[in-house]
């Protein structure tokens, strides 16, 4: 599956962005779909997961109550929706893919083996 993050950009802190991530192949509904993020001189770092039917959620602590994933199996695109943004969330944001249908092991980066090309998300204080 290949992936295609979009939807970055300069906001200011507490306002919103909405991330797509759009992705090719024919069976996008087997797979369970992460968001990561880099920050400058950081690792990267889980913050959301979704698995193959939408029906199980799972979010970093920072970001709980703020963001929220979601996903259209029918369009093959997965989203995060970002509200009440911070200067601490600016980073690359990167789309990934696993196949499966458990969210066991969602926030573990080396458990996808598919990855977007990441968009920027700058918050500015």
């Known amino acids: 599956v290949q992936l295609q993050a979009s939807g970055g950009g300069l906001v200011q802190a507490g306002e919103s962005l909405r991330l797509s991530c759009a992705a090719s192949?024919?069976?996008?509904?087997?797979?369970?779909m992460g968001w990561f993020r880099q920050a400058p001189g950081r690792d990267r770092e889980f913050a959301a997961a979704?698995?193959?039917?939408?029906?199980?959620?799972y979010y970093v602590d920072s970001v709980k109550g703020r963001f929220t994933i979601s996903r259209d199996n029918a369009k093959m695109t997965v989203y995060l929706q970002m509200n009440s943004l911070k200067p601490e969330d600016t980073a690359v944001y990167y789309c990934?893919?696993?196949?499966?249908?458990?969210?066991?092991?969602?926030?573990?980066?080396?458990?996808?083996?598919?990855w977007g090309q990441g968009t920027l998300v700058t918050v500015s204080s």
């Open positions: 990934a893919a696993r196949l499966g249908y458990s969210g066991r092991h969602a926030s573990d980066p080396n458990e996808y083996a598919y």
């Open positions: 192949g024919r069976t996008f509904g087997a797979y369970v």
């Open positions: 979704i698995t193959s039917s939408g029906g199980s959620t």
